[in-house]
């Protein structure tokens, strides 16, 4: 656009005659060579101002950058392949996710400048964020070609193992956990890291666990079975009367059958063979680790825990309480949950293993726990 307001003004200049030839006298002459004077700063204005015109029009022509590296095994340096690598930019979009090739290759095409994170994905391997070998951050410039990028990986390892009782039979329902110790407000308990529930043949696997040391217990899942049994009832019911009912017939799901207290139960049990928290021992595990645990569960007869509530204030059982039964303090969780009655207080918790509980009790009144 510039240039063609140039050349219109050339056009216009032209037009007029700044000939001197023939013209007589000095004045003439002079004014003559004024005209041809302002004639010839009117083009170079022109000119100066199409400049930046010119260069406004003209697109700014900022090639695309490419990044290509592999993702490693920290271990052995070994390429990881099929693995899922994300080129996360820090600020603004633009962010990028693709998988390795068999070779653990990986090429992002296309990539807008800007400071990127470079993360990367794999079953059977973890990553940490805290270091940078694991998550390489990088400025990229425009047209930049940054090869050998390398994302590093750790191998997880792997618990396994078999749960029995005192007859050599598998156990199943029972919940293996990995607790790892931490400090929450001056106080230690075990967080869980991983979990896993025996099957059939009373196995267990416990995969991704990061390197480092760990307490490990076996839960029996009393209510496992009861609960799916319920559930499955309630299911079928339901099923049922919806297609023998109308849809405008409300649904009436009949109360099913007392299901009884199971006979027997198996008490839980820190690794190796202890219900006390302070002679379990830890495992150690090494990246890519494979190690295998098994537990003896002894089973014991079922044990009832009962009581009543009462208000320390006024004497009275509160109209609304909760109680809940822990065999170790040293896990989080909602432990036993209690049945209390709110006409008097009293409660009972049924089919627990005989062994040592603590009680913990709340109830709000008038609005204050």
């Not at 200049?13 to 009117?42: I, N, P």
């Not at 390795?100 to 992002?108: N, R, V, W």
């Not at 805290?130 to 998550?135: F, L, V």
């Not at 099923?239 to 109360?255: G, H, Y």
Request: glycine residues 8%; charged residues 20%; hydrophobic residues 35%.
């Amino acid at each position: 656009q510039g240039l063609t307001e140039v050349f219109y003004v050339q056009q216009k200049l032209l037009k007029h005659d700044f000939s001197c030839a023939g013209q007589k006298g000095h004045s003439r002459g002079r004014l003559c060579h004024t005209s041809m004077v302002r004639a010839h700063s009117t083009i170079l204005i022109a000119l100066a101002l199409a400049a930046p015109l010119a260069a406004q029009s003209a697109p700014e022509d900022t090639p695309p950058a490419i990044i290509e590296g592999s993702v490693i095994n920290i271990q052995n340096s070994r390429t990881i392949p099929r693995a899922s690598v994300t080129l996360l930019r820090v600020k603004g979009t633009g962010s990028k996710s693709q998988r390795c090739d068999g070779s653990g290759h990986f090429i992002f095409k296309n990539v807008e400048p800007g400071i990127y994170r470079l993360t990367a994905q794999r079953q059977g391997f973890f990553s940490d964020e805290r270091k940078r070998e694991y998550q390489p951050m990088l400025e990229v410039g425009a047209g930049e070609h940054i090869k050998n990028m390398a994302v590093r990986l750790m191998p997880a390892a792997i618990v396994s193992g078999e749960v029995v009782d005192e007859f050599n039979d598998p156990v199943q329902n029972v919940e293996v956990r990995l607790l790892v110790i931490q400090m929450k407000l001056g106080q230690m308990y075990l967080r869980v890291a991983g979990k896993a529930i025996t099957d059939d043949r009373g196995q267990y696997r416990v995969a991704g666990l990061h390197s480092g040391r760990y307490y490990m217990v076996a839960e029996y899942q009393t209510a496992n079975a009861t609960m799916t049994l319920v559930r499955t009832t309630l299911e079928q019911q339901l099923a049922e009367q919806v297609k023998a009912t109308k849809p405008s017939d409300p649904l009436m799901i009949e109360r099913g059958p007392e299901i009884p207290e199971p006979a027997y139960t198996y008490p839980p049990l820190f690794y190796p063979a202890t219900a006390d928290f302070q002679q379990a021992q830890t495992v150690k595990l090494n990246p890519g680790d494979e190690m295998s645990a098994n537990f003896l569960l002894i089973s014991a007869p079922v044990a009832f825990i009962r009581g009543r509530v009462t208000n320390g204030m006024t004497g009275q059982p509160p109209k609304s309480a909760s109680v809940s039964a822990f065999w170790t303090t040293y896990m989080e969780g909602d432990g036993l949950p209690a049945k209390v009655s709110p006409e008097d207080g009293t409660f009972e918790i049924r089919g627990v293993a005989p062994g040592t509980y603590t009680l913990r009790a709340s109830f709000t009144e008038d609005k204050q726990a």
